[in-house]
């Protein structure tokens, strides 16, 4: 093994003479420790190593060993349920050997190597086959078929190939081919930084629906698309990573915890097993892999963190699944960046961010995509990414935010107004946008109802029109509004306060399907129609407010999905509400009406809708 | 091999930079005798071939490029620790200060830890009564949580976290916490304050006190509490303690951090505050928590000052994004002689959820405490209204909540310095105070938690 000797060490960045021959994003073993550190800088025979572990003690005249690889994964069975750093260690097996701190210079495999695993073939001996065919599946948990694939840059006839029990290091196929014989096992490995290739890329148009009311109604996702949460402390954007991860429709979930709470990943290990996906009932565990380095371990190994997170990613897309990628947050992953950068002493962009910053967080991003999987059968998987910015202050104007925005589709704006009136998700309907309604639309249309994109749309413009309404109120009162203006802003708050808010820790709450999304809105708005025809037919304005339904509207989120009758049966119960209060309430109104309820009423309902906006 | 050097090439603000040094490490101690035979020490934050930039932790006054010897100690910054040091007052870098003897070591530690796994981590879940309704009540602490408080100059946080101090437990438990204090950069007066009171309530036993104070070296303050960790994680960890952490004040503590990269001429982040403040802040405030399997635990409150009050300065948003939840005290609230002045609307404690409910505090707890933000929020609101159009224009209603906002002041979130509530006696104030409110306002509790606790009296 070639090595070079340290010459300075500054934090996390070591520069080595005498390495000459290696070239940029290799790994090296820096110092008899064999700290894991990363080539980012060379010049002449002199590199620059960001080194993924604390570099306390190391000094110049110590050895670097050369490995002359890139950073890579490792990729095969056993990814699932795992428990990984920044660099693929497993966390949980670290902790059997070596305690409850995570010491330096550990290496252990990410797969392990011990596990045999049941391997069925799906070619035969004869067939010719070449990069990226299925040879053969493991059942890797019960939710989680995982396929064999031929590794790039490998093609030929299948000479061997056996069924049985296997470890990911045994030789379960040999192909041939003009100039030797490969001998492939279950496991593959593949360079973090350099995105696995695909046959074709295609346009988002499916949703991922992920059962939040507010996402899925008025700012989906798609399949293979982007999105990003930016916001100030305080307003949950860990909470909706973590139910993104728990109720997304996707088949595989990479979650990225990078440099965050330590308690936040604890919780996620203890939920996650017991949680069930409400499509097939078994554990989420079983469907997600963890990428943990949170805020107190090494700065560097966080950089390497959302590299390693998407690339296995990736590799599960190429099986033909729909992955989706949390990565909380990517304001640290920045701050990674600028420390190295600023230890580098390169001239430094905005706020001492590196000027490359947003090339970086675009080239991230865009690893997300519906695409067509290289090699036979055909498949088709999907990778979306949705990452979390913690922008200082709640300062949308932050670089990392900025460069953010520039590439995502999907903007949900998280806002500390809404979370101190503990209005969550606390996600803004004005601000937040999504740019894929319209490629989706047409699949949601034809799935769940026809009018789902018009619903949507109608009371999204119902928010805006009590937007307006709200400068007015502030400026001279809300009796200055006519009843029909006064009702605009009775259906807004009823969409708000029934439809949007969703209690997180609700345990039927939590989630909620398209069907019931699609329900509960088109209960709203049925009331909201309703009200406006008895407006228009002379019934008094407080007793529409007061009508006793309204509770049961406001309870629907509470019904489980299989009540879903219960919800659908309120159209019914709306319909006869109205109909007894047309033909009572016109005569009372012209019996002259209760003046103070009336107010009191009113100046209720005006203050909630104003302390919402 | 110990080596001395004398070849001190360059000497700015708290740094040193050495030249011709063979084999310095990164992060390793150094020993500075000056000209006058004074002994500084400091650490190496850079080494670059033979050159080594050398952090004194006492500042360089005194220090001059001819006739100083350095001396290079071969490990890192490790401080001895032992159970012995409950009841004694060290300076900030661990050396004793109250005249008593050194400690006999039962363990020598590096002062910056080691990360703790977070498979290894236990979810905190147990309630602490810190007999504060304002905390008990709305923004529970749990052991193994870090809740810092947020505060401005002239605000009583130290009574607060004295107070806190004084009266947390473990309902159920009796064994009280111990206490390690880290101070760093405040005045005689507020350390002394601090040392009278756990004089007083008779914990001083149980507490260590690392002091670096206001007229103390500034640059020790970067290790003061990483040493506090160091004690608390062997007291906590090895012998099974439950520790609290207060640190007071972490803005000095960034402050410090600021001098050290202005003079390393640093490209600055936000405030001048160095790129790394975060990652900085981490990695003390993540050193606390709970470990499976082992019985003692780390809670920490840190205090900080908010410079202007501003809550989005870099000192408070980077430990808001740490910590799990704050406490705000509130300049308004305490000119209205309330005490403590907790800003309920704006402190949070995430991990208050777990923490809560039944076999915990009492299963009407969540309904009772969503309620009662509600109605506080709601009068809140009818009270800015008023100000604006006059209390007459209100509805009744609002003139009921107004009534409540005022009474949920005086008597829920004021409570005297003295004064230890259970936390029944916190949910039943509740209760009391939510039976001015219409029972058709309850739209935020069970039917069931009602009939058994609105309907009782």
Redesign the interface.
């Known amino acids: 093994m070639r090595k070079g000797e340290i ?5 996390p960045l070591v ?1 080595a003479r005498g390495m000459r021959g290696s070239k940029m994003y290799d790994v090296v073993r820096v110092s008899e420790e064999r700290l894991v550190g990363e080539i980012i800088g060379l010049s002449s025979d002199m590199a620059s190593i960001q080194v993924y572990e ?8 110590e050895i670097v060993y050369m490995t002359d690889q890139p950073l890579f994964v490792e990729l095969g069975p056993g990814l699932i349920e795992s ?1 990984y750093d920044g660099i693929q260690r497993p ?2 097996i ?2 059997d050997q070596t ?5 330096r210079g550990v290496e252990i495999p990410a797969l392990e190597r011990d596990k045999k695993w049941h391997f069925k073939p799906v070619v035969k001996k004869g067939d010719a086959v070449k990069s990226g065919d299925l040879i053969g599946e493991v059942k890797e948990t019960v939710l989680v078929t995982h396929s064999i694939m031929v590794p790039h840059g490998v093609e030929g006839t299948v000479s061997a190939i056996k069924e049985g029990e296997f470890l990911v290091t045994d030789t379960v196929c040999e192909i041939k081919s003009d100039k030797k014989v490969t001998s492939l096992t279950m496991m593959q490995i593949w360079p973090v930084r350099q995105p696995r290739p695909y046959r074709e890329r295609l346009a988002p148009s499916f949703m991922l629906s992920t059962g939040q009311r507010v996402v899925d109604m008025f700012f989906p996702i798609a399949k293979g698309g982007t999105a990003c949460c930016p916001g ?3 307003t949950g954007k860990t909470v909706i990573q973590h139910q993104l991860a728990k109720w997304a429709e996707a088949e595989i979930i990479v979650y990225i ?1 990078c ?1 965050e ?3 936040e ?3 996620v ?2 939920e996650f097993p017991e949680l069930k996906d409400p499509r097939s009932g078994e554990p989420l565990m079983k469907r997600t892999v963890l990428i ?1 380095n ?4 090494p ?1 560097a190994a966080r950089e390497a963190s959302v590299y390693t997170g998407i690339t296995i990613a990736e590799y599960f897309r190429d099986m033909g699944y729909s992955v989706a990628v949390m990565a909380d947050s990517t304001s ?1 992953w920045a ?2 960046m ?2 190295i950068s ?1 230890r580098l002493e390169e001239m ?1 962009g905005e ?2 961010y590196p000027a490359y910053l947003s090339a970086k967080v675009s080239s991230f991003y865009e690893r997300a995509g519906r695409v067509k999987a290289v090699g036979t059968p055909e498949r088709e998987g999907a990778l979306s990414v949705i990452g979390a910015v ?1 922008p ?4 949308l104007s932050d670089p990392v935010v900025q460069a953010t925005l520039r590439v995502v589709k999907v903007f949900w704006s998280l806002e500390d107004r809404l979370a ?3 209005h969550f998700p606390a996600i803004s309907w004005l601000n937040s946008y999504s740019l894929y309604i319209d490629d989706i639309a047409e699949h949601v249309n034809k799935d769940i109802a026809k009018d789902f994109t018009d619903i949507s749309k109608e009371a999204m413009k119902l928010l805006e029109q009590e937007a307006e309404l709200q400068e007015i109120v502030r400026l001279i009162g809300v009796d200055a509004l006519s009843p029909e203006d006064r009702l605009i802003l009775e259906g807004a708050r009823s969409i708000r306060e029934d439809f949007l808010h969703q209690n997180a ?1 609700h345990e039927i709450d939590t989630y909620a399907s398209l069907t019931k999304q699609y329900n509960m809105l088109s209960i709203c708005l049925r009331y909201y129609h309703q009200a406006q025809e008895a407006l228009a037919r002379g019934v008094a304005f407080s007793d529409i407010v007061g009508m006793e339904v309204r509770e049961k509207i406001a309870r629907m989120k509470y019904q489980p999905e299989s009540d879903m009758e219960k919800i659908t049966s309120l159209n019914d119960e709306i319909d006869t509400a109205f109909k007894t209060l047309m033909s009572s309430g016109i005569q009372q109104e012209q019996a002259g009406e209760d003046a103070d309820v009336r ?2 009423i009113d ?2 309902s005006e ?1 909630q809708a104003r ?1 919402a906006t | 091999m110990i080596k001395e050097y004398s070849s001190i090439l360059d000497v700015s603000g708290p740094l040193l930079l050495v030249e011709g040094v063979a084999g310095a490490k990164y992060e390793e101690l150094v020993e500075i005798y000056t000209d006058a035979g004074e002994k500084k020490r400091g650490r190496v934050l850079e080494v670059d071939q033979d050159k080594a930039l050398v952090q004194i932790f006492e500042g360089s006054s005194g220090i001059d490029v001819q006739n100083c010897r350095v001396r290079f100690l071969g490990r890192t910054l490790h401080i001895g620790v032992s159970d012995d040091m409950l009841g004694r007052v060290f300076d900030g870098l661990g050396r004793p200060k109250d005249g008593g003897p050194d400690v006999i070591p039962e363990a020598l530690l590096d002062i910056n830890g080691a990360p703790i796994n977070p498979t290894a981590r236990d979810y905190p879940n147990e309630f602490i009564q810190t007999g504060i309704s304002s905390i008990d009540g709305i923004n529970t602490l749990v052991r193994g949580q870090k809740l810092p408080v947020f505060s401005g100059s002239g605000l009583p946080h130290n009574r607060v976290a004295a107070q806190i101090v004084r009266q947390s437990r473990v309902i159920g438990r009796e064994e009280q916490f111990a206490v390690v204090f880290g101070a760093m950069g405040i005045t005689f007066e507020e350390a002394n304050f601090f040392i009278q009171d756990f004089t007083r309530s008779g914990a001083l036993e149980r507490v260590v006190l690392f002091l670096n104070l206001a007229d103390d070296p500034a640059i020790e303050r970067v290790s003061t509490p990483r040493v506090a960790f160091t004690v608390a994680e062997y007291l906590a960890f090895e012998k099974g303690l439950h520790i609290l952490v207060v640190l007071s004040d972490m803005t000095n503590y960034a402050e410090a951090l600021r001098e050290i990269s202005a003079a390393r001429k640093e490209i600055p982040g936000r405030r001048g505050y160095p790129g790394y403040l975060y990652t900085d802040l981490a990695s003390v405030y993540e050193r606390s928590g709970r470990i499976k399997e082992k019985k003692g635990s780390i809670t920490l409150i840190p205090i900080l000052t908010m410079p202007e009050d501003d809550k989005t300065h870099p000192i408070p948003d980077l430990t808001g994004y740490i910590t799990e939840g704050q406490i705000i005290l509130s300049r308004s609230l305490y000119r209205k002689k309330v005490s403590p002045p907790v800003d309920v609307q704006q402190s949070l404690s995430r991990l208050k959820d777990k923490g809560i409910g039944k076999g915990k505090t009492r299963e009407d707890h969540a309904d009772l405490f969503n309620q009662l933000i509600a109605c506080y929020a709601r009068g809140k609101e009818a009270a800015e209204l008023s100000v604006i159009l006059g209390e007459a224009a209100l509805s009744d209603l609002d003139k009921i909540y107004l009534k409540f906002a005022q009474q949920y002041e005086e008597h829920y979130i004021s409570q005297g310095e003295n004064e230890n509530r259970t936390i029944e006696e916190t949910l039943d104030l509740g209760w009391k105070l939510l039976r001015m409110v219409p029972r058709s306002e309850m739209k935020r509790v069970r039917d069931a938690y009602l009939e058994k606790y609105y309907d009782k009296e």
């Open positions: 010459t300075k060490v500054s934090g520069v604390d570099t306390s003690g190391i000094g110049p005249g428990i966390l949980d670290i902790r305690g409850d701190n995570i010491s100030p402390f305080g915890g440099g709470r330590g308690n990943m604890t919780d290990l203890m943990a949170t805020s107190n371990m700065v640290r701050e990674a600028r420390e600023g430094p706020e001492g913690s200082p202050g709640g300062d101190y009136q503990r820790f107010e009191g100046t209720e203050k302390s």
